[in-house]
């Protein structure tokens, strides 16, 4: 019973603020995140870092639709430049 009761032990604001600090190192951030999302224990800190990776891969998708349309502008202009 007591092991269960830990598993739901809620987060305290500098632990909030600490796994924000540890998620945006770049490298170590992703495996850290990875590793919280799929292994922790604790409830609360999985849904945290699941929350976290779900806005990263959304933050991935607008980059990559963003770049990808300044690059095909940028195409498109080089070509009117040929003409």
């Known amino acids: 019973m007591a092991e269960e009761k830990k598993n739901y032990e809620p987060i305290s604001m500098w632990g909030y603020f600490g796994y924000e600090i540890l998620f945006a190192i770049p490298v170590i951030g992703l495996i850290a995140l990875l590793i919280s999302a799929f292994g922790s224990k604790n409830v609360n800190v999985r849904n ?8 990263a891969i959304i933050l991935g998708i607008i980059v990559v639709i963003v770049v990808s349309v300044v690059g095909v502008q940028s195409f498109i ?7």
Do not use: G, I, R, T
């Open 77 to 83: 202009d080089a070509l009117e430049q040929l003409k």
């Open 48 to 55: 945290f870092a699941k929350s976290k990776f779900c806005a």
